[in-house]
């Protein structure tokens, strides 16, 4: 099946740094989407980006569908942005999960 | 705003029980999916359904079942409960967009369920 490779696993910052995250698929897919769980549990969409650029406040992402990878950006972190990062690719019908990247911003 | 509800928070179930998983959305999405999540492996598709009665399987189905007889709620059934489905299970809704070359629009998640079996 596909896979979904998400990095870093684990990401520690300072409140005000900015960050790249990753996620690269293993197979062409009809979309991609990202999502944040906070540390009570709930997953919120962030993008719903089968290609191209999006912007939403100090979040944006870029999906290269051709090269199969997408980034997500978060810029001047602030310490409500701790959290853990999927992203999501659908195939076939079904949406499968990266491994997330785990986020922690120091205050 | 969509709203996706589970029934219960926190379960605590016996080895062999039946246990029922209830999910409810409001905003008469078509597509409807269950997922556990356990550390260090994300999240996990267990099963999925594009519409009423209909069902498919997802990467994990064994020892689950669902079902959907109405549009707005989607079940998750553990026959007889074993201690390696202790879990957190989230249910998930979005709209079916078959004018697009995706199936789903933007994913909807619940707060989910934190399942223990003893």
């Known amino acids: 099946g596909i896979q979904v490779e998400q990095s870093p696993p684990d990401l520690i910052l300072q409140e005000g740094a900015n960050s790249t995250l990753r996620c690269n698929f293993s197979?062409?897919?009809?979309?991609l989407q990202w999502f944040h769980q906070n540390p009570w549990g709930q997953l919120i969409n962030l993008f719903y980006?089968?290609?191209g650029t999006k912007q939403n406040g100090r979040l944006s992402a870029t999906t290269v569908a051709t090269e199969r990878y997408s980034l997500l950006y978060i810029s001047s972190s602030q310490t409500t942005d701790s959290g853990v990062y999927f992203c999501?690719?659908?195939?076939?019908?079904?949406?499968?999960f990266g491994k997330g990247t785990r986020l922690h911003i120091l205050p | 705003d969509v709203k996706v509800t589970q029934s219960s928070r926190y379960l605590v179930k016996r080895t062999g029980e039946k246990v029922f998983l209830e999910c409810v959305q409001d905003?008469?999405?078509?597509?409807m999916f269950w997922y556990r999540q356990d550390p260090g492996l994300g999240l996990r598709l267990i099963y999925f359904?594009?519409?009423?009665?209909?069902?498919e399987k997802g990467d994990i189905p064994e020892g689950y079942s669902v079902s959907r007889e109405k549009k707005e709620r989607f079940s998750l059934i553990l026959e007889s409960a074993s201690t390696n489905q202790t879990s957190m299970y989230l249910c998930?809704?979005?709209?079916?967009?078959?004018?697009?070359?995706?199936?789903?629009?933007?994913?909807?998640f619940g707060n989910g369920t934190r399942l223990t079996v003893t």
């Open positions: 998930a809704s979005s709209f079916n967009r078959p004018e697009l070359s995706s199936y789903n629009s933007p994913l909807h």
């Open positions: 980006i089968p290609s």
């Open positions: 999501a690719v659908e195939l076939d019908d079904k949406i499968i």
């Open positions: 905003m008469d999405h078509e597509n």
């Open positions: 359904s594009y519409d009423v009665k209909m069902k």
């Open positions: 197979d062409s897919v009809n979309n």
